[in-house]
Protein backbone atom coordinates (compact mmCIF):
# COMPACT_ATOMS: atom_id res chain seq x y z
CA UNK A 1 0.00 0.00 0.00
CA UNK A 2 2.84 2.05 0.68
CA UNK A 3 3.79 2.02 -3.07
CA UNK A 4 0.33 3.92 -4.37
CA UNK A 5 -0.10 5.91 -1.21
CA UNK A 6 3.21 6.68 0.60
CA UNK A 7 3.09 7.33 4.01
CA UNK A 8 1.42 10.35 3.64
CA UNK A 9 -2.21 8.67 4.07
CA UNK A 10 -1.05 6.67 6.81
CA UNK A 11 0.30 9.72 8.52
CA UNK A 12 -3.33 11.83 7.81
CA UNK A 13 -4.81 9.11 9.09
CA UNK A 14 -3.39 9.11 12.24
CA UNK A 15 -3.37 13.05 12.94
CA UNK A 16 -7.07 12.80 12.34
CA UNK A 17 -7.41 10.05 15.01
CA UNK A 18 -5.55 12.38 17.41
CA UNK A 19 -7.74 15.26 16.70
CA UNK A 20 -10.41 13.17 17.34
CA UNK A 21 -9.45 11.78 20.76
CA UNK A 22 -8.47 15.47 21.54
CA UNK A 23 -11.63 16.49 20.92
CA UNK A 24 -13.45 14.13 23.21
CA UNK A 25 -10.84 15.04 25.98
CA UNK A 26 -11.98 18.54 25.57
CA UNK A 27 -15.20 18.56 25.01
CA UNK A 28 -15.14 15.95 28.29
CA UNK A 29 -13.29 19.34 30.23
CA UNK A 30 -16.04 21.93 29.09
CA UNK A 31 -19.06 19.57 29.92
CA UNK A 32 -17.40 18.97 33.53
CA UNK A 33 -16.30 22.84 33.91
CA UNK A 34 -18.66 22.49 37.58
CA UNK A 35 -17.82 19.59 38.71
CA UNK A 36 -16.27 19.73 42.04
CA UNK A 37 -12.05 18.81 42.24
CA UNK A 38 -12.48 18.04 38.55
CA UNK A 39 -8.83 18.21 36.75
CA UNK A 40 -8.39 19.35 32.90
CA UNK A 41 -7.13 16.85 30.66
CA UNK A 42 -5.10 16.89 27.52
CA UNK A 43 -3.98 14.39 25.05
CA UNK A 44 -0.48 13.87 23.79
CA UNK A 45 1.37 11.44 22.09
CA UNK A 46 3.27 8.99 23.99
CA UNK A 47 6.68 9.40 22.24
CA UNK A 48 6.90 12.58 22.65
CA UNK A 49 5.95 12.73 26.36
CA UNK A 50 8.48 9.63 26.99
CA UNK A 51 11.41 11.91 25.34
CA UNK A 52 10.51 15.33 27.32
CA UNK A 53 10.41 12.99 30.52
CA UNK A 54 12.76 10.71 29.73
CA UNK A 55 15.93 12.97 28.73
CA UNK A 56 15.11 15.94 30.51
CA UNK A 57 16.10 17.99 27.34
CA UNK A 58 12.93 17.80 25.14
CA UNK A 59 12.69 16.86 21.74
CA UNK A 60 16.14 18.30 20.01
CA UNK A 61 14.25 19.01 16.70
CA UNK A 62 14.61 22.31 15.82
CA UNK A 63 11.41 24.44 14.63
CA UNK A 64 10.91 27.64 13.21
CA UNK A 65 7.14 27.45 14.35
CA UNK A 66 5.64 25.36 17.63
CA UNK A 67 3.27 24.12 15.77
CA UNK A 68 5.44 21.95 13.24
CA UNK A 69 5.41 18.17 13.74
CA UNK A 70 8.29 16.39 15.28
CA UNK A 71 11.25 14.20 13.01
CA UNK A 72 9.86 11.10 14.96
CA UNK A 73 7.42 9.04 12.46
CA UNK A 74 3.67 8.97 13.49
CA UNK A 75 2.38 5.63 13.63
CA UNK A 76 -0.69 4.47 13.18
CA UNK A 77 -1.84 2.89 16.63
CA UNK A 78 -4.31 4.91 19.10
CA UNK A 79 -2.09 3.28 22.03
CA UNK A 80 0.30 6.31 21.15
CA UNK A 81 -2.29 8.64 22.42
CA UNK A 82 -1.84 9.33 26.23
CA UNK A 83 -4.20 11.47 28.28
CA UNK A 84 -2.49 13.37 30.94
CA UNK A 85 -3.49 16.54 33.40
CA UNK A 86 -3.03 20.04 32.51
CA UNK A 87 -3.58 22.15 35.27
CA UNK A 88 -5.72 23.04 37.93
CA UNK A 89 -8.87 24.42 37.14
CA UNK A 90 -10.98 23.90 33.87
CA UNK A 91 -11.23 27.76 32.16
CA UNK A 92 -13.98 28.00 29.82
CA UNK A 93 -11.73 30.76 27.57
CA UNK A 94 -8.97 28.29 27.18
CA UNK A 95 -10.80 25.10 26.86
CA UNK A 96 -13.22 26.70 23.76
CA UNK A 97 -10.34 28.24 22.67
CA UNK A 98 -8.20 24.60 22.43
CA UNK A 99 -11.42 23.47 21.02
CA UNK A 100 -11.53 25.79 18.03
CA UNK A 101 -7.87 25.65 17.35
CA UNK A 102 -8.33 21.26 17.09
CA UNK A 103 -11.24 21.83 15.08
CA UNK A 104 -9.20 24.08 12.92
CA UNK A 105 -6.72 21.50 12.05
CA UNK A 106 -8.99 18.64 12.24
CA UNK A 107 -10.53 20.56 9.25
CA UNK A 108 -6.50 21.17 7.37
CA UNK A 109 -5.70 17.57 7.80
CA UNK A 110 -9.20 16.94 6.16
CA UNK A 111 -8.23 18.85 3.53
CA UNK A 112 -4.83 17.45 3.01
CA UNK A 113 -6.68 13.97 2.73
CA UNK A 114 -9.01 15.36 0.15
CA UNK A 115 -6.19 16.87 -1.88
CA UNK A 116 -3.81 13.54 -2.07
CA UNK A 117 -6.77 11.54 -3.15
CA UNK A 118 -7.46 14.24 -5.71
CA UNK A 119 -4.26 14.22 -7.22
CA UNK A 120 -4.08 10.29 -7.06
CA UNK A 121 -7.42 10.49 -9.03
CA UNK A 122 -5.82 12.51 -11.62
CA UNK A 123 -3.14 10.36 -11.96
CA UNK A 124 -5.84 7.63 -12.30
CA UNK A 125 -7.38 9.43 -15.17
CA UNK A 126 -4.59 10.48 -17.03
CA UNK A 127 -3.00 6.67 -17.53
CA UNK A 128 -6.66 5.77 -19.23
Known amino acids: MDALFGKTIEMLSTILDFRSERHKVI ?17 VFKEELKALIGNGTGITMAKSREKHLSERSISGDKADFEVIDSGERVNLDSEMAKLA ?28
Not at 36 to 43: E, L, S
Not at 105 to 110: D, W
Open 101 to 128: ENHLMHNLTIELLARKFRGLNTVLREAK
Open 27 to 43: SSNIANIDTPNYRPKDI
